[in-house]
């Protein structure tokens, strides 16, 4: 089993920054990605950033410029650096991975954290 723990939601004014944390724990042979979805109220859950083992992202246009993740595959922890925020980026983020468990795990399965509430309001 995996476990993804998120850390470092809040509130925070219109243009401010927060930086959230996700490490991924257990059974963990690989972690092909990691990445970050959010679900604000009465919508639908949206990617927002991903990364994988290579270092390749992709971010939802919505956060471009303004949001960048990061990996330290060693602790098996990401980062989301989150500047610049708008009232529009009010959501619940939650981590994301998916995870080859074992040599013979060849598509691997996905994980979710428990989620992390970010709010941003004057």
């Known amino acids: 089993q995996v476990e993804l723990v998120e850390s470092g939601g809040g509130l925070v004014q219109p243009g401010g920054s927060l930086r959230l944390s996700c490490s991924a724990s257990g059974s963990i042979y690989e972690i092909t990605i990691m990445g970050w979805y959010r679900q604000a109220p009465r919508k639908e859950r949206e990617l927002v950033t991903s990364?994988?083992?290579?270092?390749?992202?992709v971010y939802a246009e919505s956060v471009k410029g303004r949001f960048s993740i990061s990996r330290d595959n060693a602790q098996n922890t990401i980062y989301l650096q989150m500047n610049n925020l708008k009232p529009e980026d009010t959501a619940v983020y939650y981590c994301?991975?998916?995870?080859?468990?074992?040599?013979?795990?060849?598509?691997?399965?996905?994980?979710w954290g428990q989620g992390t509430q970010v709010v941003v309001a004057s």
């Open positions: 990364i994988r083992g290579d270092g390749t992202t």
């Open positions: 994301y991975s998916r995870v080859r468990t074992r040599i013979r795990d060849f598509s691997g399965s996905d994980y």
